[in-house]
């Protein structure tokens, strides 16, 4: 298991995850963008889980997992126990290495 880890955005440290090795910092996650660069946010639907894409501005739902961060296309879903996860799809990582 590897002890460090890094934003695969803007190479920050973020803590260890076994589960998610790519996912995005928080600084990273609120600058997640729609592929018209309207702002999004994320969030489970209920208390059990499941997934919302939010347009921030207007607040109507956004119908669609990929968000881009400094243009970077993403994944976001819902985590493990909850809450929210971003990260590169994987033919973004690959290019990026």
């Known amino acids: 298991m590897p002890n460090d880890q890094k934003c695969p955005i803007c190479r920050s440290p973020v803590p260890v995850s076994d589960r998610y090795p790519n996912y995005v ?44 961060i400094d243009e970077v296309r993403c994944w976001a879903d819902e985590a493990h126990f909850g809450g929210i996860v971003i990260q590169p799809l994987a033919e973004e990582v690959d290019a990026a290495e």
Do not use: K, M, P, Q
């Open 25 to 68: 910092c928080d600084e990273c996650f609120v600058r997640a963008t729609d592929e018209e660069g309207r702002s999004l946010s994320f969030s489970n639907v209920s208390l059990s889980g499941g997934f919302a894409a939010l347009y921030r501005d207007t607040h109507e739902e956004r119908d669609s997992h990929i968000c881009y």
